[in-house]
């Protein structure tokens, strides 16, 4: 679960244009996002819903928070951008899942 956490957090930080736009994007200290990326802090639960946002889908609440987040979200239809076909999304984020888990 951690290296899917990691992994989620990369993904984001891209999106962003790197950990520091992710940090700023969240005004949150770029030492948070690190902590993230490391596991050793948790995301907030605050912060979540504009990661999966940033990343048109990309990433989940689930990547995000994989112990608790149905204490805090009911299960989500699938959000799939326009742009994408659901094979090509899962395409997607395996390859970028491989790319960051490295």
């Known amino acids: 679960m951690k290296n899917t956490i990691s992994a989620s957090v990369k993904i984001a930080c ?4 790197s950990q520091l736009g ?3 994007l969240l005004g949150v200290n770029s030492s948070f996002v ?8 948790a995301i907030p639960i ?3 819903q504009s990661i999966v946002e940033l990343c048109e889908g990309l990433v989940s609440v689930q990547e995000l928070r994989p112990d608790d987040w149905h204490e805090f979200w009911p ?3 699938s959000y ?3 742009c994408f076909e659901n094979a090509t999304l899962m ?3 395996g390859a970028l899942f491989r790319l960051f888990s490295k």
């Open 22 to 24: 992710l940090a700023e």
């Open 75 to 77: 299960l989500p239809g």
């Open 91 to 93: 395409h997607v984020k």
């Open 46 to 48: 605050k912060h979540c």
């Open 34 to 41: 690190s902590q993230w990326k490391s596991g050793k802090r």
């Open 14 to 17: 891209l999106m962003a244009g």
């Open 80 to 82: 799939v951008p326009s």
